[in-house]
């Protein structure tokens, strides 16, 4: 018998990455420098990765290793959060960074790859294990595979050698591309071999939803349509497009934000719970979760889903560019920077619950948050109550403090029977003084350890966009009068008038 | 006055308003009362208050507890107590943490009190953490209705003279539950932290490999060490059948916290592995059929094994295993 297994003790040490070359696409690119590094860097120092670890980082800018190696080196003092850096262990770190300049869409650079994958894998012991980070724009995520599988780098000769592929979001732009894209990655990949990422799902507090929900015996009982009034899904940016206004103006809210974060937050909120905690058994509850929710009829559409483009303000005297001023993007932009969706599941626990899921950017704060509202007591002994103070309301908070709230009556301190809303406040923060680490680090990790839960599956995008894909057709072919909202304002009124339809109110959160 | 439960939560409470008042004037960016425990930690008189109280702040931001240490001053005959409240400001952040400190002093005699006003200290619906830190064992009977209420009963065993008689106590306490049931708490022994990197190497060295048949352990001292004594134990829980020569391999024994384990010698068919740290220092060097790689074992401090303790949700069955096959030569 092998001794893997027992000699493990999760109790009090980790299991080991095994050692792994992982080769970045668009490493000259922002996420690497931002993300991926800080994170790599940050697994590294906590001792997660193999001494057998390795980059390889390619795009067509020429570098050397060391003009590589000194532009991490830069990204990750600068972004590196939460922690010190330690340039000891960045020596360390850095002599298994490597780069290789070339053009995705040629074929020399596949075969240059291999060659660089097998030195490295000589000079670093990576046992031939290799991870594939699309990191690059998404127009070239269906070349690399078929580049990776052209050169044969997809799988190797070693039986006990792995390859698998990270693919970055957005998965597809539409329900036809995203179908498109997987049929691309198949015909390279076997699908437990495909990573998608949400790194909504790799973040501690959306983790910490399963285990609020399913650790506790306290709220289950009431986390259906009989206790449940219903759920606020907020995900709200006060930043504009920051330079990236190319890239938003063909995605928007929608497709950037709710199609696949807000969706997969949602799957976890309303899951049924799994019978054991895999990786498959997780993703089949959340993936039946993705495909109860009913699909709106074009004619629904306009009463559902609410688009919203932010106009020019100004606030504390500075005036702020509405969407259309922004650099790179059109003078007559139908772009969604807001959304708002009213979505339905049809099963036994949820049927005829709304849930509004709303996503901005230029809200008035930066806040993720969701929020359960219970219904109301069944009779109103205190008439002297503020009544749509959002009471009998459980809140999970994301981002930016992480945690989570319950809002209840109270009563006034002092004579009579005089109710107030108070919040009884569960902060991750403080009552872990641990550092939490960050999503990229969890979905990294998870992947060199082939762990899948926390990626999406197929039937999950393809899910997720069968959902959104009505809203799309409906919204390409109508026509807003865009801007319908000022920057640092909740958003459209339309918004506000599609809850009002059910007689619920958006919280402010 | 004596200490009385009731008027040092009321203490701890005015210290907390005065501290919430201070936030508001600092605009928010004040303190954040945290709480994830109470620990109870038995002391001597003689522990260097300085050295404790280092060591038990820099826990508190993993682990943020009503920390209540019970020192022992064999001749004092009133029990007096003091409060305080520790804050610290987590790398990167405006907030302060901060966390409940009540230090009490009383002569074993007067235990059978001490226990009354540590009943009346922790903190409602928390895991009480009971750490055992010098008081001898035996002294523990007038503590009983406190190790009664603790989810946790930590010991340290490494630096004991006498093993069989550490590993006698471990085990009754480890049993020793009302009506002889398995007792309310669960029992952790600093000692078996120190041997986790060791049980780390091994399994990452080990993984994919056949089972190994024989092995021998070397320690540093003349008497067995108890992490090598666990050391032992666990192989041959994990390993049943396993062989495994136990010696002395040097007559001198190093001083606390550098590791007294020298040699570790795995063999079968199809496994040759060898760990060795020649000094009990950080490096230690690992050989696999033959080849030579180097490991680093950092320092092992209180801190840091009590740390790795507290990091452990349910029971330690590895660990229980161990206990019951340990033995002494
Ligand atoms: N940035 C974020 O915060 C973020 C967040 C979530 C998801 N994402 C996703 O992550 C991916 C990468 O984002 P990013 O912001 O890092 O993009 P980016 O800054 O545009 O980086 C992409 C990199 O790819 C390289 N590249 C472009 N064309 C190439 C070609 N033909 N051959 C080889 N390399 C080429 C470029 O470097 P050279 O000019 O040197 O070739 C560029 O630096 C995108 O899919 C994005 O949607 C980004």
């Given at each position: 018998m092998a001794a893997t297994q027992v000699l493990d003790?999760?109790?009090?040490?980790?299991?080991?990455?095994?050692?792994?070359?992982?080769?970045?696409?668009?490493?000259?690119?922002?996420?690497?420098?931002?993300?991926?590094?800080?994170?790599?860097?940050?697994?590294?120092?906590?001792?997660?990765?193999?001494?057998?670890?390795?980059?390889?980082?390619?795009?067509?800018?020429?570098?050397?290793?060391?003009?590589?190696?000194?532009?991490?080196?830069?990204?990750?003092?600068?972004?590196?959060?939460?922690?010190?850096?330690?340039?000891?262990?960045?020596?360390?770190?850095?002599?298994?960074?490597?780069?290789?300049?070339?053009?995705?869409?040629?074929?020399?650079?596949?075969?240059?790859?291999?060659?660089?994958?097998?030195?490295?894998?000589?000079?670093?012991?990576?046992?031939?294990?290799?991870?594939?980070?699309?990191?690059?724009?998404?127009?070239?995520?269906?070349?690399?595979?078929?580049?990776?599988?052209?050169?044969?780098?997809?799988?190797?000769?070693?039986?006990?050698?792995?390859?698998?592929?990270?693919?970055?979001?957005?998965?597809?732009?539409?329900?036809?591309?995203?179908?498109?894209?997987?049929?691309?990655?198949?015909?390279?990949?076997?699908?437990?071999?495909?990573?998608?990422?949400?790194?909504?799902?790799?973040?501690?507090?959306?983790?910490?939803?399963?285990?609020?929900?399913?650790?506790?015996?306290?709220?289950?009982?009431?986390?259906?349509?009989?206790?449940?009034?219903?759920?606020?899904?907020?995900?709200?940016?006060?930043?504009?497009?920051?330079?990236?206004?190319?890239?938003?103006?063909?995605?928007?809210?929608?497709?950037?934000?709710?199609?696949?974060?807000?969706?997969?937050?949602?799957?976890?909120?309303?899951?049924?719970?799994?019978?054991?905690?895999?990786?498959?058994?997780?993703?089949?509850?959340?993936?039946?979760?993705?495909?109860?929710?009913?699909?709106?009829?074009?004619?629904?559409?306009?009463?559902?889903?609410?688009?919203?483009?932010?106009?020019?303000?100004?606030?504390?005297?500075?005036?702020?560019?509405?969407?259309?001023?922004?650099?790179?993007?059109?003078?007559?932009?139908?772009?969604?920077?807001?959304?708002?969706?009213?979505?339905?599941?049809?099963?036994?626990?949820?049927?005829?619950?709304?849930?509004?899921?709303?996503?901005?950017?230029?809200?008035?704060?930066?806040?993720?948050?969701?929020?359960?509202?219970?219904?109301?007591?069944?009779?109103?002994?205190?008439?002297?109550?503020?009544?749509?103070?959002?009471?009998?309301?459980?809140?999970?908070?994301?981002?930016?403090?992480?945690?989570?709230?319950?809002?209840?009556?109270?009563?006034?301190?002092?004579?009579?029977?005089?109710?107030?809303?108070?919040?009884?406040?569960?902060?991750?923060?403080?009552?872990?003084?641990?550092?939490?680490?960050?999503?990229?680090?969890?979905?990294?990790?998870?992947?060199?350890?082939?762990?899948?839960?926390?990626?999406?599956?197929?039937?999950?995008?393809?899910?997720?966009?069968?959902?959104?894909?009505?809203?799309?057709?409906?919204?390409?072919?109508?026509?807003?009068?865009?801007?319908?909202?000022?920057?640092?304002?909740?958003?459209?009124?339309?918004?506000?008038?599609?809850?009002?339809?059910?007689?619920?109110?958006?919280?402010?959160? | 006055?004596?200490?009385?439960?009731?008027?040092?939560?009321?203490?701890?409470?005015?210290?907390?308003?005065?501290?919430?008042?201070?936030?508001?004037?600092?605009?928010?960016?004040?303190?954040?009362?945290?709480?994830?425990?109470?620990?109870?930690?038995?002391?001597?008189?003689?522990?260097?208050?300085?050295?404790?109280?280092?060591?038990?702040?820099?826990?508190?931001?993993?682990?943020?507890?009503?920390?209540?240490?019970?020192?022992?001053?064999?001749?004092?005959?009133?029990?007096?107590?003091?409060?305080?409240?520790?804050?610290?400001?987590?790398?990167?952040?405006?907030?302060?943490?901060?966390?409940?400190?009540?230090?009490?002093?009383?002569?074993?005699?007067?235990?059978?009190?001490?226990?009354?006003?540590?009943?009346?200290?922790?903190?409602?619906?928390?895991?009480?953490?009971?750490?055992?830190?010098?008081?001898?064992?035996?002294?523990?009977?007038?503590?009983?209705?406190?190790?009664?209420?603790?989810?946790?009963?930590?010991?340290?065993?490494?630096?004991?003279?006498?093993?069989?008689?550490?590993?006698?106590?471990?085990?009754?306490?480890?049993?020793?539950?009302?009506?002889?049931?398995?007792?309310?708490?669960?029992?952790?022994?600093?000692?078996?932290?120190?041997?986790?990197?060791?049980r780390?190497?091994l399994a990452?060295i080990l993984r994919n490999a056949p089972a190994p048949s024989r092995g021998?352990?070397?320690?540093?001292?003349?008497?067995?060490?108890?992490?090598?004594?666990?050391?032992?134990?666990w192989l041959r829980s994990v390993f049943p059948g396993i062989e495994i020569?136990?010696?002395?391999?040097?007559?001198?024994?190093?001083?606390?916290?550098?590791?007294?384990?020298?040699?570790v010698q795995l063999n079968g068919a199809g496994v040759d592995v060898?760990?060795?740290?020649?000094?009990?220092?950080?490096?230690?060097?690992?050989?696999?059929?033959?080849?030579?790689?180097?490991?680093?074992?950092?320092?092992?401090?209180?801190?840091?094994?009590?740390?790795?303790?507290?990091?452990?949700?349910?029971?330690?069955?590895?660990?229980?295993?161990?206990?019951?096959?340990?033995?002494?030569?």
């Amino acid at each position: 018998m092998a001794a893997t297994q027992v000699l493990d003790d999760p109790l009090r040490f980790d299991r080991p990455a095994p050692p792994a070359t992982v080769v970045i696409f668009g490493a000259n690119g922002d996420l690497t420098q931002r993300k991926l590094m800080p994170a790599l860097y940050r697994l590294a120092f906590e001792r997660r990765l193999a001494p057998g670890f390795a980059v390889i980082g390619t795009s067509r800018t020429v570098m050397s290793d060391a003009e590589f190696r000194a532009k991490m080196r830069a990204g990750v003092e600068k972004y590196l959060e939460d922690s010190p850096f330690d340039a000891a262990l960045w020596e360390e770190f850095e002599r298994g960074l490597y780069y290789l300049a070339g053009d995705i869409s040629g074929d020399a650079l596949y075969h240059e790859l291999g060659a660089k994958l097998a030195a490295v894998e000589a000079e670093r012991h990576t046992g031939g294990n290799a991870l594939f980070y699309l990191s690059t724009q998404p127009s070239y995520y269906a070349r690399v595979a078929e580049g990776l599988g052209t050169a044969g780098l997809q799988r190797t000769e070693d039986p006990a050698a792995w390859r698998r592929i990270i693919v970055e979001k957005p998965f597809g732009h539409d329900q036809a591309s995203a179908r498109q894209l997987n049929a691309s990655l198949h015909g390279v990949f076997e699908e437990p071999n495909i990573y998608r990422i949400d790194h909504y799902l790799g973040k501690e507090t959306v983790q910490n939803i399963l285990a609020f929900r399913f650790g506790n015996g306290i709220f289950e009982p009431l986390w259906n349509r009989r206790y449940v009034n219903h759920v606020q899904i907020t995900a709200a940016e006060n930043i504009g497009v920051e330079g990236r206004g190319g890239y938003y103006q063909e995605a928007g809210a929608l497709r950037d934000m709710i199609q696949n974060h807000l969706m997969q937050v949602m799957a976890t909120i309303a899951m049924e719970p799994p019978a054991v905690f895999d990786a498959a058994t997780v993703r089949d509850e959340r993936a039946k979760l993705l495909r109860s929710i009913r699909i709106l009829k074009p004619d629904e559409v306009a009463t559902h889903a609410v688009a919203g483009q932010y106009g020019p303000a100004q606030i504390g005297g500075e005036r702020l560019a509405g969407f259309r001023e922004e650099k790179g993007v059109a003078p007559d932009a139908r772009t969604d920077t807001y959304a708002a969706v009213t979505l339905f599941i049809e099963n036994w626990r949820w049927a005829g619950v709304p849930f509004y899921i709303r996503s901005g950017k230029r809200l008035p704060k930066r806040v993720t948050d969701i929020a359960i509202q219970f219904n109301t007591a069944p009779l109103s002994l205190f008439a002297d109550g503020e009544p749509g103070k959002w009471p009998n309301l459980l809140v999970v908070r994301i981002q930016p403090e992480e945690g989570i709230s319950l809002r209840f009556f109270s009563k006034r301190p002092g004579s009579g029977m005089t109710l107030r809303p108070v919040t009884m406040d569960f902060n991750y923060g403080t009552s872990f003084g641990e550092r939490s680490p960050s999503a990229y680090e969890t979905l990294l990790l998870d992947a060199l350890l082939g762990d899948p839960t926390l990626y999406t599956r197929q039937d999950m995008v393809e899910a997720s966009w069968a959902v959104v894909q009505p809203i799309l057709d409906v919204w390409s072919g109508s026509r807003f009068e865009f801007p319908n909202y000022a920057s640092g304002t909740w958003g459209p009124k339309e918004s506000e008038e599609m809850l009002a339809r059910r007689g619920h109110v958006w919280r402010i959160p | 006055m004596p200490a009385d439960a009731a008027r040092l939560l009321h203490e701890l409470d005015e210290t907390w308003r005065g501290l919430g008042k201070d936030q508001d004037k600092d605009l928010g960016t004040g303190v954040l009362r945290a709480c994830a425990m109470t620990l109870i930690v038995a002391a001597a008189e003689a522990d260097d208050p300085q050295e404790l109280g280092g060591m038990l702040s820099s826990l508190m931001q993993q682990h943020p507890s009503r920390t209540i240490v019970v020192r022992t001053c064999p001749h004092r005959d009133e029990v007096e107590a003091r409060t305080t409240v520790q804050c610290w400001m987590p790398f990167g952040r405006r907030q302060q943490i901060c966390g409940e400190w009540i230090e009490i002093y009383a002569g074993t005699a007067q235990f059978g009190e001490v226990a009354l006003l540590l009943l009346g200290l922790t903190v409602p619906d928390l895991p009480v953490v009971f750490w055992v830190r010098h008081t001898a064992l035996g002294h523990l009977d007038a503590l009983r209705p406190v190790l009664s209420m603790a989810t946790r009963v930590i010991v340290d065993t490494s630096e004991a003279d006498d093993q069989v008689s550490a590993l006698d106590a471990v085990r009754s306490l480890a049993q020793d539950g009302p009506d002889g049931h398995e007792p309310v708490w669960r029992l952790a022994d600093l000692a078996w932290g120190r041997i986790t990197r060791w049980r780390k190497a091994l399994a990452g060295i080990l993984r994919n490999a056949p089972a190994p048949s024989r092995g021998s352990i070397r320690w540093a001292g003349e008497k067995m060490s108890m992490p090598a004594c666990y050391l032992d134990a666990w192989l041959r829980s994990v390993f049943p059948g396993i062989e495994i020569d136990l010696a002395s391999s040097d007559p001198v024994r190093p001083p606390v916290n550098v590791g007294r384990i020298r040699v570790v010698q795995l063999n079968g068919a199809g496994v040759d592995v060898r760990l060795e740290r020649p000094t009990g220092g950080p490096n230690v060097v690992a050989i696999t059929d033959g080849l030579q790689s180097g490991l680093v074992f950092p320092r092992l401090d209180e801190a840091t094994l009590l740390a790795e303790e507290l990091g452990i949700a349910g029971p330690d069955h590895l660990f229980r295993e161990a206990l019951k096959v340990a033995r002494t030569g």
